[in-house]
C-alpha cells in the first residue's frame, strides 16, 4: 500500500541538491511501528531527475458542468473554483521546468508523496491507532521548490488529485482578487508559522498564519473551518524557512532546510551525550542503585521500562530509580508522588531521551525534561518548544512535547534535572 515509488524519481542522485526536510511532530525518531514507504516521521525533499512542477496558464469561465468536464479531461493540472451551480472558474496549469513539486496528504494514492495521519498525542499508541474521524485533508498541502540556488520552497494550501485536479466546491471559502486572479482555502485550512530569529537558541515563536491556495497568507479565520476568510498579510510570504511549523489540523510538520540541519546535532553526537550522562554513573539518591538511559533505540519505541531506568519527580527535578513508596494512588498512571529528597509532591514519570535530532535547537546537553512526559533534551530546546502556541483541534492553541505530541502544563512546561553522582 505504501510504495516507495513515490521517492524514487526525487531520491538522491551522485551529486544530490537536498531542499530540505519535513518532520513530523509527535513522533521520536520513527512511527511507533516503524517507518513504511511513504509513512514515516520524516520525509526528506531532493532535487528530481525530472521537474514536475506547474504554474497557472488558462483561464476558463464555465457555465455548465459538462463544459468543465471537459477541460477537466485534457490530463493538465488544473484548479476548479465552483462559485454557484453553474458557474464555475478553472484555472489550468502548465509545466514549469523550473520547479519540483511535492504533496502531503493523508491519501495514500500516488500523487502524494509523503502520507501524513493523525498524530496521536503520547506517541506510545500503535500506528493503527484507530482516529474516529480525521480532520487531515486527503490532499493537504503541496510544497513547491525552486531547482535552483538559493532553492527556495514555497506551501500552498491543497494537492492535485489522481485527476491532477484542485476542487474548491460551493462551500468552500473562495473569491475573485483584485487583480481579477481566483483563490480560496481548505475546509481546515494550512496554517504557518515562521519563527522570530530563525530556528536557534535565540528564536522567538511567530504569528499563526493561514495560507492560501495560491500561497498568499492570511490571518487566521475566526474558526478553523469558518467559510469567511481573515485579512490578507501583503508583507509576509508563503517562503518556508528554518524552523517553519506547518499545521494539517491533526499533524504539525517542522521545515528543517539542509544548511538549518548541519547545525543540528547528529545522532552519534546525541548517543555521546547519552553514554557521558551514564559514564558519570548517576545514583538514585534512595535505593543507591546505579542509573543508566536507555539506547536510543529503545529510546525511539518507548519500550518496556529497564531496571536502571532514571525516573524523575517532575515538580522538583530530583531524579530516582523506580519504587512504589510515596503513591497517592496505585491506580493513576500519573499520580502525585512525594519526593523523598524533598517532600515536593508531583508526577513521578521515566525518563527518555528526545532522540529526533531535527527537533534540537542547539547541541547542548540534555539537562530538561518536559512536563508531564518526561522526555529530555537540551535546556534551550525545551524552553524553545515550551513557548510555541501549536493549534490543537480546531479552535485551541497550547505547548506540546515535539517527541511524543503530549500537552505540556500549563503551570510548568519544564524541569530542571538533578541527577546525584556516585558515592564511592
Known amino acids: 500500500m505504501f510504495s516507495s515509488s513515490q521517492e524514487e524519481h526525487c531520491a538522491p542522485s551522485k551529486d544530490p541538491v537536498k531542499y530540505g526536510e519535513l518532520v513530523v511532530l509527535g513522533y521520536n525518531g520513527s512511527l511507533p511501528n516503524g517507518d513504511r514507504g511513504r509513512r514515516k516521521s520524516r520525509f526528506a525533499l531532493y532535487r528530481r531527475t525530472k521537474a514536475n512542477g506547474v504554474k497557472p496558464s488558462t483561464v476558463h469561465i464555465i457555465n455548465t458542468p459538462q463544459a468543465s468536464k471537459v477541460v477537466n479531461c485534457k490530463g493538465q493540472h488544473s484548479i476548479s473554483y465552483t462559485l454557484s451551480r453553474n458557474h464555475t472558474v478553472v484555472v489550468e496549469y502548465s ?10 496528504g493523508r491519501s495514500t494514492e500516488s500523487p502524494i508523496d509523503f502520507v501524513v495521519t493523525d498524530t496521536v498525542a503520547g506517541g506510545q499508541e500503535g500506528e493503527e491507532t484507530p482516529i474516529t474521524q ?9 510544497v513547491v521548490c525552486e531547482r535552483g540556488p538559493p532553492y527556495t520552497a ?22 475573485k482578487n483584485p487583480d481579477g486572479h481566483m483563490d480560496g482555502l481548505t475546509t481546515n485550512g494550512v496554517l504557518v508559522m515562521h519563527p522570530r530569529g530563525g530556528f536557534t537558541e535565540e528564536s522567538k515563536p511567530g504569528v499563526w498564519r493561514e495560507i492560501s491556495v495560491c500561497g498568499d497568507v492570511y490571518t487566521l479565520r475566526e474558526t478553523r473551518s469558518a467559510q ?23 499533524a504539525t510538520l517542522l521545515w528543517r532546510t539542509t544548511e538549518g540541519l548541519f547545525h543540528t546535532p547528529t545522532q552519534k553526537h546525541l548517543e555521546a551525550l547519552r ?30 521500562l529497564q531496571d536502571k531506568q532514571p ?4 515538580a522538583c527535578g ?10 497517592r494512588s496505585e491506580q493513576e498512571p500519573n499520580a502525585q508522588r512525594e519526593c523523598p529528597m524533598c517532600r515536593m509532591v508531583g508526577p513521578y514519570v521515566p525518563l527518555w531521551l528526545g532522540c529526533e535530532a531535527a527537533f534540537y535547537v542547539d547541541t547542548g546537553a540534555p539537562t530538561h525534561a518536559f512536563v508531564p ?4 533534551c537540551s535546556e534551550k530546546s525545551v524552553k524553545y518548544w515550551s513557548e510555541i502556541p501549536l493549534p490543537h483541534g480546531t479552535h485551541a492553541f497550547h505547548s506540546a512535547c515535539p517527541f511524543c505530541a503530549t500537552q505540556l502544563s500549563l503551570t510548568q512546561g519544564c524541569a530542571k534535572l538533578i541527577f546525584q553522582g556516585p558515592v564511592d
Open 275 to 304: 553514554q557521558e550522562i551514564n559514564a558519570a554513573r548517576p545514583q538514585c539518591p534512595v535505593g543507591l542503585n546505579t542509573l543508566a538511559f536507555p539506547s536510543m533505540q529503545r529510546s525511539r519505541a518507548l519500550s518496556s
Open 228 to 250: 469567511t476568510p481573515g485579512k490578507l498579510v501583503e508583507n509576509e510570504s508563503n517562503i518556508l524557512q528554518d524552523g517553519s511549523l506547518v499545521d494539517l489540523c491533526g
Open 154 to 175: 514555497r506551501i500552498y494550501a491543497a494537492g492535485f488529485d489522481s485527476s491532477k485536479n484542485i476542487f474548491l466546491g460551493e462551500k468552500a471559502a473562495k473569491w
Open 95 to 104: 509545466h514549469d521546468k523550473d520547479t519540483d513539486m511535492f504533496q502531503i
Open 134 to 142: 480525521s480532520t487531515i485533508s486527503r490532499f493537504a498541502c503541496r
Open 311 to 314: 525516573w524523575v519527580y517532575l
Open 373 to 376: 512526559c518526561g522526555h529530555v
Open 318 to 327: 530530583h531524579v530516582h530509580g523506580y519504587h512504589n513508596w510515596g503513591n
